[in-house]
């Protein structure tokens, strides 16, 4: 389904103009069939006619329940969807961390991972557009904090963030959202569940053609809350 909403929103334009052109030829084709159905006078001529009224109609009725169908997704129901429904890799969810925890899956993964030393530098933020203000790189961070930052690009599909352990390539989606956010809070994360040590904080971003922008990457520390 995320392909056919991203397929219907993206090309809303082109589908429209296939439609009109296809609507032009079904229902010149319907007007003609109606005024030779009218001008029949014979039997048979009058059942040609009819079968091609009967063509005509129903292509014309097609076209139009297909527009009625394109405009009612573009212009309500794909806007109010939740940005996963944009999603179509499988090691994405969303849904299954709503308030900034890990999976139970994730969890056993980060477990085994030794603490590494933090290189305290952020990598790929963009200021005024993509960048993550707190926590700074280097920070140490202990139970649940509200992230802080800004994601401003034109066309934004969605933004997440996720985490990783250091020097890990396995991240972790913690949460997403669609709303532009200059300076603001991008969202809360729970670290409790985690093991104390290094990790990395990415934010990605991704516009409403579905790719990904280059991510920044904020190196912190998790302390344990005792």
Do not use: H
Not at 157 to 181: H, L, M, N
Request: proline share 6%; hydrophobic share 50%.
């Amino acid at each position: 389904m995320a392909d056919l909403y991203k397929f219907l929103a993206s090309y809303e334009v082109l589908i429209y103009i296939v439609l009109a052109i296809g609507g032009l030829f079904s229902f010149r084709w319907l007007w003609r069939s109606w005024n030779e159905w009218q001008m029949a006078v014979y039997k048979l001529e009058k059942e040609f006619s009819s079968r091609r009224l009967g063509q005509a109609a129903a292509i014309s009725v097609l076209l139009v329940i297909f527009f009625c169908f394109e405009f009612s997704m573009a212009s309500f129901y794909i806007p109010g969807l939740p940005a996963d429904a944009f999603l179509t890799t499988a090691t994405l969810d969303f849904i299954s961390t709503p308030t900034g925890t890990l999976s139970p899956e994730m969890m056993t993964a980060f477990a085994g991972a030794p603490p590494q030393t933090a290189v305290v530098t952020a990598a790929g933020c963009v200021p005024g557009q993509i960048i993550i203000d707190s926590p700074a790189a280097g920070d140490e961070i202990k139970g649940a904090i509200d992230l802080v930052g800004t994601v401003n690009v034109a066309n934004l599909g969605f933004y997440k963030y996720e985490v990783a352990p250091q020097g890990s390539d396995t991240w972790a989606t913690i949460s997403a959202s669609r709303e532009i956010v200059v300076d603001g809070a991008l969202g809360r994360w729970d670290t409790t569940a985690l093991t104390p040590g290094d990790y990395q904080l990415r934010l990605v971003v991704t516009d409403n053609q579905g790719a990904a922008l280059p991510a920044c990457i904020v190196p912190v520390r998790v302390l344990p809350l005792q």
